[in-house]
């Protein structure tokens, strides 16, 4: 979605509303399957002394695997997303600051890339996930497994004390 700030580049303090979706095929990943519905974004770009700042809020519902045990759930999105923008930012600046381009932005591409780069890296079903056996692959959440803890050979000689 281009959205048009010609109108606020030169004057502070004014702002542009937008509410957008975005695009579900480019925010999958392995962890993240799909979206039963597009997520979609809602915010405003305000001119705040000369420099424009973008204020989102990036919502949906997200149906994943875990990392860890593989496990398929559902999670809620809500990613604030504050990212500042400059209309005369030189080429090769390397910043934090996202370029306007003929007095606009594309706010669906902006917002992708910023949910890309700040979401999780591993996803989880749970906080303590648990994951799986290594040996027998039994999701360890929903118990241990029947696996004897692989031995060091190491101490073959001192398990034979045991034994006695």
């Given at each position: 979605?281009?959205?048009?700030?010609?109108?606020?580049?030169?004057?502070?303090?004014?702002?542009?509303p937008f509410e957008?979706?975005?695009?579900?095929?480019?925010?999958?990943?392995?962890?993240?399957?799909?979206?039963?519905?597009?997520?979609?974004?809602?915010?405003?770009?305000?001119?705040?002394?000369?420099?424009?700042?973008?204020?989102?809020?990036i919502r949906g519902?997200?149906?994943?695997?875990?990392?860890?045990?593989?496990?398929?759930?559902?999670?809620?999105?809500?990613?604030?997303?504050?990212?500042?923008l400059a209309a005369?930012?030189?080429?090769?600046?390397?910043?934090?600051?996202?370029?306007?381009?003929?007095?606009?932005?594309?706010?669906?591409?902006?917002?992708?890339?910023?949910?890309?780069?700040?979401?999780?890296?591993?996803?989880?079903?749970?906080?303590?996930?648990?994951?799986?056996?290594?040996?027998?692959?039994?999701?360890?959440?929903?118990?241990?497994?029947?696996?004897?803890?692989?031995?060091?050979?190491?101490?073959?000689?001192?398990?034979?004390?045991?034994?006695?």
């Amino acid at each position: 979605m281009w959205l048009d700030l010609s109108r606020i580049i030169e004057t502070p303090g004014a702002s542009v509303p937008f509410e957008t979706e975005l695009d579900a095929a480019l925010l999958a990943s392995d962890a993240i399957e799909s979206f039963p519905v597009p997520p979609t974004a809602r915010g405003q770009v305000v001119n705040t002394a000369g420099l424009l700042d973008l204020h989102a809020t990036i919502r949906g519902r997200m149906r994943c695997r875990c990392d860890r045990c593989g496990t398929e759930f559902e999670r809620e999105l809500e990613q604030i997303v504050d990212q500042a923008l400059a209309a005369d930012l030189p080429e090769e600046t390397d910043s934090d600051v996202f370029p306007v381009t003929d007095n606009g932005i594309d706010v669906s591409e902006l917002l992708e890339s910023c949910f890309l780069l700040e979401r999780e890296l591993k996803i989880l079903c749970r906080p303590d996930c648990r994951g799986l056996c290594p040996r027998c692959g039994k999701n360890l959440n929903d118990g241990p497994c029947g696996c004897q803890p692989k031995r060091d050979p190491r101490f073959a000689v001192l398990e034979q004390l045991l034994d006695r």
